[in-house]
């Protein structure tokens, strides 16, 4: 596999990364709601869920999804249901106040945001079919075990170091301030968002 094609391979799946979806959306609000530590823990989850789908797309999971698109459209209605379940939670806990004086440190355990950023990436299978994309006119089907190691850590670290700065950006005291006084819309608003985002990839 050339160097030309890694970067080039590397440079899409970054601007995929980048570009607003489910995954940046969550990193925001667990960022903003529960602070950097909690959204770290989360980016690892997405970055996760991410190394997954472009390695599925690496094994043949998205020529799957060609030849039985039935398999994809089960994914993308379960995954649907799980983010607009968790937009539904948002919902409902909108009206409950977040104490000003409370600290930012992570209410709920590393492990947990782990799996919610694993599981929110998961949601929505139709990376696995950009990755196979992106793969089919970047990666040779000689490439070496090295580089497709390579290339699936350069996605990861993608995603785990975007979403964090995502979070990061949305943990400042400032932000948080304006959070703590307008919580009810803004967990409306992202809860709004998320299950437009559930039903866009059910749809697609």
């Given at each position: ?47 996760a869920g991410a190394v997954f789908w472009a390695a599925a ?21 379960g995954g649907a249901a799980f983010l607009i379940w968790t ?88 932000t948080r301030r304006v959070y703590i006084g307008l919580k ?21």
């Open positions: 596999m050339s160097g030309a094609a890694f970067l080039a391979a590397v440079s899409l799946c970054l601007m995929a990364a980048i570009s607003p979806g489910p995954a940046v959306l969550m990193a925001a609000r667990i960022g903003l709601s529960e602070g950097l530590r909690t959204g770290a823990a989360l980016s690892l989850g997405i970055g797309a690496l094994f043949g999971l998205a020529l799957l999804f060609e030849y039985a698109p039935f398999l994809l459209t089960v994914l993308k209605i937009a539904v939670k948002m919902w409902r806990a909108a009206d409950e106040p977040l104490d000003e004086t409370a600290s930012t440190a992570a209410p709920r355990s590393a492990l947990a945001a782990f799996r919610l950023g694993l599981w929110t990436q998961l949601a929505n299978p139709k990376p696995a079919v950009f990755f196979g994309a992106i793969f089919v006119g970047t990666v040779p089907a000689e490439a070496t075990a090295p580089a497709l190691a390579a290339l699936l850590v350069c996605i990861f670290m993608g995603e785990f170091l975007w979403n964090t700065f995502v979070a990061r950006l949305f943990s400042f005291e400032r009810h819309w803004i967990d409306r608003i992202f809860g709004g968002l998320l299950a437009a985002l559930g039903v866009k990839i059910a749809a697609l």
